[in-house]
């Protein structure tokens, strides 16, 4: 099972709405976590199970989907959240990441 | 508190061997499946392989087999990633983390600082 994510680079301003779209080459029921990732960090859980918010992340951050086709959905764009943000399909025990999407200024 | 504790940076020659780790403290060790990821300077995140620290029972993803050794030590808390003969391409930051369960869905919940790893002449 491989993970595409779209758009690799996206330019949003503080305040949009943002959604990531991840897509897995074979059903994955609803195994999916998403990440966030900034520079020199290790990355940080946001969501698994497709849409269940990881404690302590902010509401502003959801997820969607199951099957094949994924989205994350960032409501109001903080200036914290620009980062590099990574799917990953958590099924048995290869559990592969998506290549990740930037989410730059 | 629950963590991870990496091993400090380590620049190293091809062909030489290396071996770095993972403490973890604040839970049961022995409990939960502890992954490596490799992350290449400037790149995505590529899942490495698992280990259970209770019985060492390992499983690799097909691109890293055979090119690296994942371990444990349940009486020390500690997991480790292993090199026999390092290649210039094995120059990478390397993540360990706790694989937690929450029925029916795993994630990667508590993650270490990272070893960056140099192989370079």
Do not use: H
């Amino acid at each position: 099972i491989q993970l595409t994510q779209s758009p690799s680079f996206l330019s949003a301003s503080v305040g949009d709405r943002v959604t990531i779209t991840c897509r897995a080459t074979q059903g994955i029921r609803s195994y999916l976590a998403w990440y966030q990732q900034k520079p020199g960090k290790a990355p940080n859980l946001l969501i698994y199970g497709a849409s269940t918010l990881q404690s302590g992340v902010p509401s502003r951050f959801s997820g969607s989907g199951s099957g094949t086709e994924f989205t994350l959905t960032i409501s109001s764009l903080q200036p914290e959240d620009f980062a590099t943000y990574y799917c990953q399909q958590l099924n048995y025990y290869l559990f592969p990441f998506g290549p990740g999407t930037k989410v730059d200024i | 508190e629950v963590q991870l504790v990496q091993s400090g940076a380590e620049v190293k020659k091809p062909g030489e061997s290396l071996k770095i780790s993972c403490k973890a403290s604040g839970y049961s060790f022995s409990d939960y499946w502890i992954a490596w990821v490799r992350q290449k300077p400037g790149k995505g995140l590529e899942w490495m392989g698992i280990i259970y620290p209770d019985d060492s029972d390992i499983r690799y993803s097909p691109s890293f087999q055979g090119q690296v050794t994942i371990s444990a030590d349940k009486s020390i808390n500690t997991a480790y990633l292993q090199w026999s003969s390092l290649k210039a391409s094995d120059t990478a930051m390397y993540y360990c983390a706790r694989r937690q369960y929450t029925f029916p869905y795993y994630y990667m919940d508590v993650w270490g600082k990272g070893t960056t790893v140099t192989v370079s002449s």
